[in-house]
């Protein structure tokens, strides 16, 4: 007979469960299906696996502070790519600072202080021509040599993202942003979303660190998830997870977490169906609101890939698939976004139990 002291006994409606419903056969080593999708039942509440009790605030929070110690070198993420054209200025706030951008004769991306040096203008929405940016106020001519009154920053287009490099205490500078590897851009599929959270960048980066809520917070989009505890170190998450087309069908995948940089977590598909695909989520500082709490752009950005011949179809049709891949993100920053928040004010009401 065993006596385990400190379980407590199970509540009788917890005793009466179900028995969770078995998770498909792991995807990695598995011969490829012709065809991904697969008859995958959405199991009932009751049917499912339980996963508090790997979830630990602990385990969750050693792989928070291992992806802290990562150097960003002063990177940032600021937008897309797209956003910033050639004939105009656009200025924005990171990490309490404002920055303005714009584009060079050549395309290249160019940003600097956003605060004219002359008498102090937001030089947004700035008139850009031949790559010389003139402020509104008064015509102050400005290119991406500066001058002795205003220096550029540093800057990154990777195609996808838009990155600024700003001196930043506690990280030694570096010349490009610490990039994770991506499907080939012209076989791929691009959706970016950005959405703002009451929170510090590390509540984005601890909630993608908890893969286990998965299953649990986003029913219509995942099932199935288990972390595969043996290939996975507090530097590497692995899961086996189903992302649900509908409650009878999905597509089981093999994926893992890596963090690049403090304020970057990626998810990587690296078996099944869309393998090399990548989300990337981006926490970027904005500053303070009129209450003092911190405000977090969250950046994520979908690049889809696949090498089956019909994939091409999807590639050509990417305007059509591009809104679709970014209205189901967005369903699940509406949760995520509930989550990061939520662990902010458990943290500064010295609540949290991590």
């Keep these: 007979m065993t006596i385990e002291a400190d ?23 598995r011969e ?31 792989s928070l502070e291992r992806a802290q110690t990562r150097n960003a070198g002063g990177w940032f993420v600021a937008g897309l790519s797209g956003d910033i054209g050639r004939t105009e200025s656009v200025a924005r706030t990171i990490a309490g600072r404002e920055v303005v951008f714009w584009r060079d004769e050549h395309g290249g991306l ?3 202080p956003g605060s004219c040096p002359h008498l102090g203008a937001l030089m947004d929405r700035c008139p ?14 400005l290119t991406r040599e500066g001058d002795r009154t205003w220096s550029p920053y540093r800057t990154h287009d990777d195609g996808v993202l838009i990155w600024v490099g700003l001196p930043t205490r506690g990280e030694p500078a570096t010349e490009r942003p610490a ?8 076989g791929s599929v691009a959706a970016v979303i950005a959405e703002t959270a009451v929170c510090e960048p590390q509540d984005v980066i601890a909630n993608r660190l908890d893969p286990w809520h998965g299953a649990w917070f986003h029913p219509y989009a995942f099932s199935h998830l288990v972390v595969d505890d043996a290939a996975s170190t507090p530097e590497r998450l692995v899961t086996d997870v189903t992302f649900r087309l509908n409650k009878t069908w999905g597509v089981p995948v093999r994926a893992e977490f890596t963090c690049p940089d403090s304020r970057t977590i990626v998810m990587t598909i690296t078996d099944g169906e869309g393998t090399g695909s990548v989300v990337e989520t981006h926490a970027t500082p904005l500053g303070v609101d009129g209450e003092g709490r911190p405000m977090t752009m969250i950046t994520e950005a979908t690049i889809a890939y696949s090498d089956r011949k019909g994939f091409k179809v999807a590639n050509v049709l990417s305007p059509l698939l591009v809104p679709v891949i970014k209205r189901t993100t967005r369903l699940l920053w509406m949760d995520d976004r509930d989550y990061a928040e939520r662990r902010y004010a458990l943290r500064r009401r010295g609540e949290f139990p991590g």
């Excluded at 379980?7 to 080593?29: L, M, Q, S």
């Design 110 to 112: 160019v940003a600097g």
């Design 128 to 141: 850009v021509i031949d790559g010389t940016m003139y402020c509104r106020w008064h015509g102050l001519a």
């Design 7 to 29: 379980r407590p006994a199970a509540p009788a409606a917890r005793a009466r469960r179900a028995a969770p419903t078995p998770a498909p056969v792991p995807v990695a080593g």
């Design 32 to 62: 490829r299906p012709r065809v991904p999708i697969e008859r995958v039942p959405q199991p009932r509440e009751d049917k499912m696996s339980e996963t508090w009790r790997l979830a630990r605030p602990s385990r969750i929070g050693t």
């Design 179 to 186: 990039l994770p590897v991506r499907p080939p851009a012209g």
